[in-house]
């Protein structure tokens, strides 16, 4: 998923204030583990084959929560 401070221009965050690596570490205090990819601002999933259901919106709202946290 790429982070970007305006969708419309597709104008991308300062790298000084490191968004990626943020929201991930933001995730890993909630449990779920991410990657911050190091071609800028940008996450990585790598869900197992065997994902649930739940497992998946648990990712997504953790996902959410911490893009929430980060950029307020």
């Known amino acids: 998923m790429e982070l970007v401070e305006d969708r419309d221009d597709r ?12 929201i991930v570490a933001a995730m890993l205090e909630r449990g779920v583990i991410a990657r911050a990819m190091p071609q800028g601002d940008i996450i990585g999933f790598a869900p ?9 919106e648990e990712i997504v709202s953790v996902t959410a929560d911490a893009i929430r946290q980060v950029l307020g």
Do not use: Q
């Open 11 to 22: 104008r991308f965050f300062d790298t000084s204030r490191k968004i990626g690596p943020s």
């Open 48 to 56: 197992p084959l065997c994902l649930t259901r739940e497992e998946a």
